[in-house]
């Protein structure tokens, strides 16, 4: 390779990828050729904003554009990089097939990796870090947060962002603190609207693939109801005459056959956004795409519009609605008392509480102090009432010793401990004692909104005058991620203020709570 081209690869990142990157041993399409088949790759390659932000359908190259960065990097300068996957196993599986591969199939990479081994023998060439010409890369999962917090770099890169462990995310960024170049990379397919990806994209300038039609000249972005057109047969799935299709003229397109650009959304944003779906990608399979739009299941319209569109997207029943508080409205007023009653109570900088019968809501309202939630015991006295035990753990347990026997603090502990013993396999959604409670936060929180969306539980009709109430019951939105040993495990995820809607999950609780704490022992039979 002649030396001054190799010169160009610390300026040039693209052209280290080119020089030296394959996929499955064939050179990568980087959009940069006169024959290319994905044009939209080029600016992609050649920019290094310091943030960028990714949000993409499935099979696009934004992975092997991220991963690329991060061992160029390490390979032309002093730096290092932290990668960063949902799990750990699914970063071994990551790094075995979409990095060491490539790296046995370039004479340079190959002879980069074999002088790291000279100079650190196996410490150069492990699944979780590996060693270039310079620098390290850090690979790892995000649930092993104590992996993450480790270490200090100078490029983060974070791919699935939405399936990641959340609470590992806030960490990615703060490797960056004691570098100079700082630079971020975030990528993911989406699963619902304002959470994850589809948040940080909307803080970029929001670029998007627009492409001119080769028949009338009107410049589109590709749109799947717009821009697809196939005959499906609903008995037999069968699908023909599949194209893609100009929005105005009806002329059908080659997308990288056409001219096109980057156009930007909101250019006003200083980060760097780019949606990619893969309508543009030449192997593209529309008739699969045809089919998935029209199945009635909800996880298949799900990975429709999440990975193969690249948008996001609310199963139908994954969150409680507007139409759902609708239709729970009914004939009367709040606030309203009655005889049995039980309360819920989040806690933060303020007190949410929420007061419910059998089968309505009698109150909902937030106070600043623990001595607000005594008077407003005082004053329903309901048969028992919930608080969230956190943070505020001795205040809470104040005020339920205070009303023994009807008072409760509550612990999110999880699945495992509703199980009453070993030989008892039955599920138990709270495992209560004299003081305290513990429940799953999905099973619970299943069981709250399970009720709303239901319509199991009536509305006053002002509820409408209750509207931070109404926002944060449809901030919860249950989606699927892979837990720690990389099982798919449902969860809720917030996309705004929740308060209420733990407030109102807690009063369910309560509801529960008196159920079983009030049942009747079972009469013994004398014989």
Known sequence: MEE?????????????????????????????TKDTKRPYLKQIYQDQSPEIVYIKSAQVGATERMLTEALWLADQYKENCLYVFPTSSTMSDLVQTRVDEPINFSPYLLGVAGR???????????????????????????????????????????????RMLQSSVPYIEKRLLNSKRKWSRFGSTPTIPNF??????????????????????????????????????????KVTNEAIICSKCKGKLVPYQCEGKWIAKKPENEKVGYFIHQLYAPNVNLKQLIRNSN?????????????D????????????????????????????????????????????????GENRILDIGKVKEFSDIDRLVQAYQPRAFVVDALP????????????????????????KEMRTDKEDEQLKWIKADEHKVN??????LD????EIIHQNIEMPKNIDDYVEFKNQVKALNRITRLDTKGNSISEYVQTGDDHYGHANNYARIAKQVFIEMTEPEPELMII
């Open 4 to 32: 001054k081209r190799r010169k160009e690869w610390a300026d040039y990142y693209y052209k280290w990828v080119e020089d030296n990157w394959s996929a499955r041993g064939e050179k990568l399409d980087l959009g940069t």
């Open 116 to 162: 790291a081994r000279k100079i650190m023998a196996k410490q150069a060439d492990k699944v979780g870090l590996k060693r270039l010409s310079k620098g390290f890369i850090y690979f790892r999962g995000s649930n092993t947060p104590t992996q993450i917090t480790s270490v200090d770099v100078d490029m983060v890169v974070a791919d699935e962002v939405d």
């Open 295 to 307: 199945s009635t299941n909800e996880e298949v319209l799900t990975q429709f519009h999440n990975q």
């Open 392 to 415: 505020e753990t001795r205040k809470a347990i104040e005020i339920v010793n205070k009303y023994q026997g009807r008072g409760y603090i509550c612990y999110y502990s999880g699945y």
């Open 439 to 444: 429940t799953d936060r999905t099973i619970s």
């Open 196 to 237: 994850g990806i589809d948040l940080y994209y909307k803080d970029t300038n929001q670029q998007e693939w627009h492409i001119k039609c080769n028949h009338c000249g009107v410049w589109q972005h590709l749109n799947f109801y717009e821009n697809i057109i196939g005959d499906y047969d609903e008995n037999t799935r």
């Open 309 to 356: 569109l690249g948008e996001p997207y609310e199963p139908e029943g994954s969150k409680v609605t507007e139409a759902n508080i609708e239709a729970c409205k009914r004939d009367y007023r709040i606030p309203l008392k009655e005889e049995v009653c039980y309360m819920g109570v989040d806690v933060g900088k303020v007190l949410h509480y929420v007061i419910r």
């Open 447 to 450: 069981y709250s909104l399970g």
